[in-house]
């Protein structure tokens, strides 16, 4: 076989792992919500935020695009599917704040080589600051309900479970995809 055929090949098995991660990620972000609304958990998705996962997973490990593709199509096929969450303005806001974790999780961490904790909370400050200006102009524009105190208290004392299980879980995760998308089998 010729190094250019060895190249190819290998170049296909990664894109073909990166293809199935994505898919497998898609899967996992539109069926969390349905498995915790159907258990009658209510509140734990505002408690353990866990469309957060497949974005922060898909941003480290298969890049920026890809986790904003994700964070745009998890709560359009879940509102498809389920009516949730509401397109406007919540789908919305969430899709601002998804691609803001993907595209600043993914460049901290892919592109600057910054530790995965830190580009980590880096993206979650971040995106949830993306997200209460996404529901704030959302509210001036169109005359919602805005609490500014409800909010920071949703997002960041309600969804302190979350953040603490995502540093705990997300690095581990995303260093055996790192691995297995380098492994060759």
């Given at each position: 076989m010729t190094e250019r055929v060895k190249q190819?090949?290998?170049?296909t098995k990664w894109n073909m792992k990166n293809y199935l991660l994505f898919l497998f990620l898609l899967v996992i972000g539109t069926a969390l919500p349905v498995l915790i609304h159907g258990l009658a958990l209510r509140y734990a998705g505002k408690m353990f935020t866990p469309l957060h996962f497949p974005i922060f997973i898909g941003a480290m490990t298969l890049g920026g695009k890809s986790a904003v593709l994700l964070g745009v199509l998890i709560?359009?096929?879940?509102?498809?599917?389920?009516?949730?969450?509401p397109l406007f303005p919540f789908g919305a806001a969430m899709m601002f704040e998804f691609a803001i974790f993907?595209?600043?999780s993914s460049y901290l961490y892919k592109k600057r080589g910054i530790n995965i904790y830190l580009a980590l909370i880096a993206a979650m400050i971040l995106g949830r600051i993306g997200l209460l200006t996404a529901r704030y102009v959302y509210s001036l524009s169109f005359g919602g309900?805005?609490?500014f105190t409800g909010m920071m208290t949703s997002l960041f004392l309600t969804g302190l479970p979350g953040t603490i299980t995502q540093l705990a879980?997300?690095?581990i995760i995303v260093k055996m995809l790192e691995w297995l998308l380098k492994t060759d089998f």
């Open positions: 190819l090949s290998m170049k709560p359009l096929i879940s509102y498809f599917l389920t009516g949730r969450p993907g595209l600043i309900h805005f609490s879980l997300i690095p």
